[in-house]
């Protein structure tokens, strides 16, 4: 149990942490808050292409074995119609806020979700996840770092009055998005059409980028047929498949005068049809 002066040191720690302009006051007033900064609070944590950053060196690296374990963990819960993919990609990527996500690891933050849909989903109790937990903790005590736990349910469940989706079944020997082939009616843009990005408001959740919202480019391909994002995130197993495209911007078009570059460079993206509009030619 932590001690009071380790309570301190914890709580020393949470205050530097700030995921506020440092010239807006905490909960302020409405008037408080300008235009911009409403806009950059509701920015989905996960979208931060385009964002400044300093140089820094991606490279790869093994898995370890607990992130190996979570990532057959959530495709198993996804195999079992418990959720999709793109749920797992809301709870674990943008419900946690920025702080979370981006000073978690990576499998920290699938792992994180796994608990929450599982209790919102009312298959566990907050109290049974909380308590399995701190029993896998004790069972921790002692060990060398690094060490495995043996696997120690407490008993086998009948997984037969479970709730579970439908797509599980439907794309099973298929394959996503090939389960949604010819749901979506014609396309409405062909290879070589120019388009746009549309601004739309970006509340809760999306995949189209914010750095791309706007522009202006050229269709490269038409890639699949698929319910939006923002629509399979919320467990909608009704939602209607749309197109999703090949968008190929040009570097120039989406920086201006910052990218130093060719003119010729290009960058392309997957964009779903709600988000394009028509633009000149």
């Keep these: 149990m932590p001690t009071a002066e380790e309570r301190i040191r914890r709580l020393a720690l949470l205050s530097r942490l700030q995921a506020t302009f440092p010239e807006d006051p905490e ?5 408080q808050v300008t ?6 609070y509701l920015k989905n944590a996960h979208d931060v292409g385009g964002e400044l950053d300093v140089p820094a060196v991606y490279a790869n690296k093994e898995e370890e074995h607990w992130e190996l374990m979570t990532y057959v963990l959530c495709e198993v819960l996804g195999w079992q ?3 999709v993919s793109e749920e797992r990609r809301r709870l674990a990527n943008v ?3 920025r702080s979370i996500y981006l000073g978690w690891p990576y499998y920290s933050r699938w792992l994180w979700s796994v608990g929450r849909v599982l209790i919102e989903k009312k298959y566990i109790t907050w109290g049974e ?3 399995r937990l701190a029993e896998v903790q004790q069972r921790y005590a002692g060990l060398p770092v690094g060490s495995h736990l043996d696997a120690a349910p407490r008993f086998a469940g009948d997984g037969s009055q479970v709730v579970r989706n439908k797509h599980h079944r439907h794309a099973q020997g298929i394959g996503d998005p090939q389960v949604f082939t010819g749901r979506a009616g014609p396309a409405r843009f062909a290879v070589g059409d120019p388009v746009v990005v549309r601004d739309l408001p970006a509340m809760y959740y999306t995949r ?3 750095y791309v919202r706007g522009a202006a480019g050229v269709i490269a391909d038409l890639a699949y047929e698929s319910p939006a994002p923002e629509d399979e995130t919320w467990a909608d197993e009704d939602a209607t498949p749309e197109w999703f495209y090949i968008v190929r911007f040009r570097q120039t078009e989406l920086w201006g005068e910052t990218y130093t570059g060719s003119d010729h460079d290009t960058l392309q993206t997957e964009i779903p049809e709600r988000w394009l509009a028509a633009a000149d030619r």
């Design 27 to 31: 909960w302020p007033f409405a008037d």
């Design 35 to 40: 235009v911009d900064h409403f806009w950059a």
């Design 81 to 83: 119609g418990i959720w």
């Design 95 to 97: 419900d946690v806020g």
């Design 129 to 131: 996840f909380t308590d």
């Design 208 to 210: 189209t980028p914010e």
